[in-house]
């Protein structure tokens, strides 16, 4: 998912990176991947072949056999002689360079960050520890340095940077991304990668922020993971490999199309845009209705999110039906189908939105203007001066659990 730039994520952003720079200083509490690549390094001389510890899976997605690679499969030594030549170049410290990077370090592999000298990525990366001149580079001089040039600048920078980063991909070193954009969208962003380089992609799914805190836990995000172009031969295997660098737990293999059709898709669906647009259109039924804002807020996103999602997320959808009354139940399996067919074919015209690259279109128009952070900021406002939003807060300040924003 791309990411959100509003209040909250800046917020967050700013809990995270004071976390981020105590890691960087304290040792990690909880048993973790990062704890583990410390005694790895201090044992690595004495690591002399690796094996694998488990084989890759080979899992039945509801009649559909896919592969799936683990993290158990790179135990650290293995990693860190994997990539004991190479050093990581990592473009970008937005959402992903912040969590991809760190975690690569922690995992005793070779990075570097390369941002804009000054800006306020090179502020960030400073306060995460990132060292300038030793780990810490203007764009064009990290690139140089790197072998694996890791292209996590947000994706209208990816274009708009491309005519000087181009040339700097040189024979032998290896491209990768984070998302199929770029490089799908080619008559747009105009991102066409040298032919003489493997051309790579782990796309976490989920938020830089919970890459990181995922690995801090010691669990690994979910990933796709695809070959563009793989001169070497051993593209597939460098892409997993980097995947459980950047604190990859399982790594589902795609393509860059498909990872970008269904990214965009998904976003702009039922993860972000649908659920904004279902959840307004319920709360004004309710209010037009004469229900009061806490009644409509509390029957639309407090339950929701509070009680019914969660138990989505643990078991599934039959299971969180059954955790609910039989009043509810008879009448929510009426209708589900009559929601399901009247948004089918809104889902589908987004589907050919994003396929014939309408919204690549739109997002690189909006997200190359200067004034696109002050842009979506207002838009992003006008959302939290909604009613519904604006009621939630009040509610939210009854939880037991309540801290200001
Ligand atoms: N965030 C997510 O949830 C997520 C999830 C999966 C994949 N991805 C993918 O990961 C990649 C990175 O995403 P992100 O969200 O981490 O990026 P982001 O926060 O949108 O990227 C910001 C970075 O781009 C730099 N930048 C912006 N405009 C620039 C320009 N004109 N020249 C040079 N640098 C520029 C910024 O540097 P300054 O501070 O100097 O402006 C900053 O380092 C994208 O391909 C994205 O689609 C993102």
Request: overall charge positive; hydrophobic content about 40%; some cysteine.
């Given at each position: 998912?791309?990411?959100?730039?509003?209040?909250?994520?800046?917020?967050?952003?700013?809990?995270?990176?004071?976390?981020?720079?105590?890691?960087?200083?304290?040792?990690?509490?909880?048993?973790s991947y990062s704890?583990?690549?410390?005694?790895?390094?201090?044992?690595?001389?004495?690591?002399?072949?690796?094996?694998?510890?488990?084989?890759?899976?080979?899992?039945?997605?509801?009649?559909?056999?896919?592969?799936?690679?683990?993290?158990?499969?790179?135990?650290?030594?293995?990693?860190?002689?994997?990539?004991?030549?190479?050093?990581?170049?990592?473009?970008?410290?937005?959402?992903?360079?912040?969590?991809?990077?760190?975690n690569?370090?922690d995992?005793?592999?070779?990075?570097?960050?390369?941002?804009?000298?000054?800006?306020?990525?090179?502020?960030?990366?400073?306060?995460?520890?990132?060292?300038?001149?030793?780990?810490?580079?203007?764009?064009?001089?990290?690139?140089?340095?790197?072998?694996?040039?890791?292209?996590?600048?947000?994706?209208?920078?990816?274009?708009?940077?491309?005519?000087?980063?181009?040339?700097?991909?040189?024979?032998?070193?290896?491209?990768?991304?984070?998302?199929?954009?770029?490089?799908?969208?080619?008559?747009?962003?105009?991102?066409?990668?040298?032919?003489?380089?493997?051309?790579?992609?782990?796309?976490?799914?989920?938020?830089?922020?919970?890459v990181r805190t995922l690995f801090k836990e010691?669990?690994g995000?979910?990933?796709?993971?695809?070959?563009?172009?793989?001169?070497?031969?051993?593209?597939?295997?460098?892409?997993?490999?980097?995947?459980?660098?950047?604190g990859?737990?399982?790594?589902?293999?795609?393509?860059?199309?498909?990872?970008?059709?269904?990214?965009?898709?998904?976003?702009?669906?039922?993860?972000?845009?649908?659920?904004?647009?279902?959840?307004?259109?319920?709360?004004?039924?309710?209010?037009?209705?004469?229900?009061?804002?806490?009644?409509?807020?509390?029957?639309?996103?407090?339950?929701?999110?509070?009680?019914?999602?969660?138990?989505?997320?643990?078991?599934?959808?039959?299971?969180?039906?059954?955790?609910?009354?039989?009043?509810?139940?008879?009448?929510?399996?009426?209708?589900?189908?009559?929601?399901?067919?009247?948004?089918?074919?809104?889902?589908?015209?987004?589907?050919?939105?994003?396929?014939?690259?309408?919204?690549?279109?739109?997002?690189?128009?909006?997200?190359?203007?200067?004034?696109?952070?002050?842009?979506?900021?207002?838009?992003?406002?006008?959302?939290?001066?909604?009613?519904?939003?604006?009621?939630?807060?009040?509610?939210?300040?009854?939880?037991?659990?309540?801290?200001?924003?």
């Open positions: 998912m791309a990411s959100i730039a509003s209040r909250s994520a800046q917020a967050l952003r700013a809990v995270s990176r004071s976390a981020a720079s105590k890691v960087a200083t304290k040792p990690v509490q909880a048993a704890l583990l690549a410390r005694s790895a390094v201090a044992n690595s001389s004495r690591q002399p072949a690796f094996q694998t510890v488990r084989g890759i899976k080979t899992l039945d997605f509801a009649g559909t056999k896919e592969v799936v690679y683990e993290r158990s499969d790179w135990p650290l030594a293995k990693l860190q002689d994997y990539f004991k030549n190479d050093t990581l170049a990592l473009i970008g410290y937005g959402s992903q360079g912040h969590g991809q990077g760190l690569a370090r995992n005793g592999v070779n990075v570097i960050v390369g941002v804009r000298k000054d800006g306020e990525s090179w502020r960030q990366a400073i306060e995460d520890g990132w060292v300038p001149g030793e780990t810490l580079f203007p764009i064009e001089e990290a690139i140089n340095r790197g072998t694996i040039i890791m292209n996590l600048l947000s994706d209208a920078a990816q274009s708009q940077t491309w005519p000087t980063i181009a040339p700097l991909i040189t024979k032998g070193k290896t491209l990768y991304f984070s998302h199929g954009f770029s490089v799908v969208y080619k008559e747009d962003t105009h991102v066409i990668p040298p032919t003489d380089v493997d051309v790579i992609l782990v796309a976490p799914k989920g938020s830089g922020r919970t010691g669990r995000i979910n990933s796709s993971v695809a070959v563009f172009q793989d001169v070497t031969g051993k593209a597939k295997e460098k892409a997993i490999a980097i995947g459980v660098a950047v990859s737990g399982y790594m589902y293999e795609t393509t860059f199309e498909k990872e970008v059709y269904s990214d965009l898709f998904g976003e702009r669906g039922v993860l972000m845009g649908a659920i904004q647009g279902l959840f307004l259109a319920q709360y004004k039924v309710l209010r037009a209705n004469g229900h009061t804002p806490s009644e409509a807020f509390n029957e639309t996103v407090e339950e929701a999110t509070q009680s019914l999602y969660p138990l989505i997320g643990q078991k599934g959808m039959d299971y969180m039906y059954n955790a609910c009354s039989t009043t509810a139940r008879r009448g929510a399996l009426d209708w589900a189908p009559i929601f399901e067919k009247a948004n089918a074919p809104v889902f589908e015209q987004l589907y050919q939105s994003v396929r014939n690259g309408t919204e690549t279109r739109k997002s690189l128009e909006f997200n190359g203007r200067s004034t696109y952070r002050v842009d979506l900021a207002k838009e992003l406002k006008e959302i939290d001066d909604q009613e519904i939003w604006r009621a939630g807060k009040v509610v939210r300040s009854l939880r037991p659990d309540y801290k200001a924003d």
